[in-house]
């Protein structure tokens, strides 16, 4: 009996391997091709097009930012920020979902032990010729597997793993963005400190003044107003004080939330020692499709649209399923072990999907649609990622241009400054051209200063507009 049922098994598996031998030849599944773009070859709005290969996104933020603090807060944010260890979780998600799919070549096999009771009605079919009850013990294992005639399976396993890939993209787009965030912030709190520093100085500076003035008043150089004009100056320097020192608090608990831990006072350097080691490098603009990981989401999102479009056709063909069982069963415990207890079965079938109420219609209409979609989303992600850049590029451009023109501006008003108080002392100038000199000074150190900022932030730009951060 063994023999018999194994010959029986080898041979329905052969007619079985022929059928799916000869269906595999009517593949229907695509493969994916990247789409082409016009607009790739010219993202990048500028006189001088870029043809190296090279771009700043290759470097690591290590060796980008050179201030052991910064670095010492990348790397804590890198590790404790709470948007990354989401990103991380959604990533075990994806990776679960991938396994899955990957699953799904192999056939499902379970096994299952049962014993059963049951009392016959004597009035009923089986009762009339049993009496009492019937008992059956049974030992068994099934198998059931679906061959991948149409590459349903595969666009399922390969939709499984773009979803994957686009959740780790997700990931790499978080760092990129955290890195520049906390470079950023860092370097605010740096220019609220210089700038501090420059008020602190006025308000002593001040301060002295509205003592000079008064003794000019005293010797009838100068009337009451003047004195009252430098003592609303002075007050004014220190309103300007207070508002900086609540911009440096936020602005630290802003960095200490970016790092996943509660307030501190956070340790730094100065702005004057700030230099970024790279040079500024675009690369062709070809690079962000490598590059910048939300450009690579996109397209890993298009890549799942398009297997899942694959997935939606198959399911007009029908489908081959094999399934088998087997096992021992017996109507006595005792006897179940025994080899008259063998039973086993086979079944091979085809099926057709034929009237389901537009059911596999509406998916594949559905699934095109989604696939435009995503393929539109990829599109302007791509677009965005190089007007980004274009944008950056300028701003870094305009602000080191405008750096030397507001060095000479604050050089010029503090000479101003200097020569009006000198010329109010001796009686050839008056309080408001001391005033004006003063206040104007002010401002323009306190824009050189912004502009230091904006250089620092415009290079930062730069980097994380063309991806980098997070390799």
């Known amino acids: 009996m063994k023999l018999h049922i194994k010959n029986s098994l080898i041979q329905n598996a052969l007619v079985l391997t022929v059928i799916v031998t000869s269906l595999q030849g009517c593949f229907v599944a695509k493969d994916y091709k990247r789409p082409e773009f ?70 499902s096999l379970g096994a299952k032990a049962t014993a059963t009771h049951q009392e016959l009605a004597k009035n009923s079919q089986f009762g009339s010729f049993f009496n009492g009850s019937l008992q059956q013990f049974e030992l068994s294992g099934n198998l059931s597997w679906e061959a991948d005639i149409w590459g349903k399976i595969r666009s399922n396993k390969r939709a499984s793993e773009a979803g994957y890939l686009q959740s780790v993209a997700a990931h790499q787009a978080v760092k990129t963005q955290l890195v520049a965030s906390i470079a950023s912030v860092y370097y605010q709190l740096l220019a609220l400190d210089e700038q501090l520093a420059v008020t602190r100085r006025t308000i002593e500076t001040r301060a002295s003044s509205v003592e000079t003035i008064k003794a000019l008043k005293d010797a009838g150089q100068v009337n009451q107003v003047a004195v009252d004009q430098n003592i609303a100056q002075y007050n004014n320097a220190r309103a300007l004080e207070v508002d900086l020192k609540a911009a440096v608090f936020t602005t630290e608990n802003t960095l200490n939330l970016l790092l996943g831990r509660a307030s501190v006072v956070i340790e730094r350097g100065a702005l004057n020692n700030q230099h970024l080691e790279s040079e500024i490098n675009l690369g062709v603009s070809a690079l962000l499709l490598s590059n910048r990981p939300d450009v690579m989401a996109a397209e890993f999102g298009l890549i799942q649209s398009f297997e899942m479009t694959n997935v939606a056709r198959s399911n007009f063909y029908p489908s081959l399923t094999i399934t088998a069982a087997g096992g021992l069963q017996s109507l006595q415990l005792d006897q179940l072990l025994s080899a008259n207890s063998l039973f086993a079965n086979i079944v091979g079938g085809l099926t057709q999907p034929i009237f389901n109420q537009r059911k596999i219609k509406t998916q594949k209409e559905v699934a095109e649609a989604q696939q435009e979609q995503a393929l539109l989303h990829f599109k302007k992600t791509l677009l965005v990622a190089g007007n980004e850049v274009s944008n950056a590029l300028y701003a870094y451009n305009a602000e080191t241009e405008k750096f030397q023109y507001r060095q000479n501006e604050v050089e010029a008003l503090r000479h101003a400054e200097t020569n009006s108080e000198e010329l109010l002392q001796n009686g050839y100038a008056t309080y408001l051209d001391l005033l004006t000199a003063r206040q104007s000074a002010l401002n323009a150190e306190l824009n050189v200063i912004d502009n230091k900022l904006q250089q620092l932030l415009s290079v930062v730009n730069i980097y994380e507009a063309l991806g980098g951060g997070w390799k």
């Open 38 to 107: 016009e607009e790739t070859e010219n993202l990048y709005r500028t006189d001088a097009l870029s043809t190296d290969s090279l771009s700043m996104a290759d470097v690591s933020w290590k060796d980008m930012f050179t201030d052991p603090y910064l670095r010492q807060y990348i790397e804590q944010g890198l590790e404790n920020n709470i948007d990354i260890r989401v990103a991380i979780e959604q990533m075990d998600v994806a990776e679960a979902y991938y396994k899955q799919g990957k699953a799904a070549y192999f056939p």
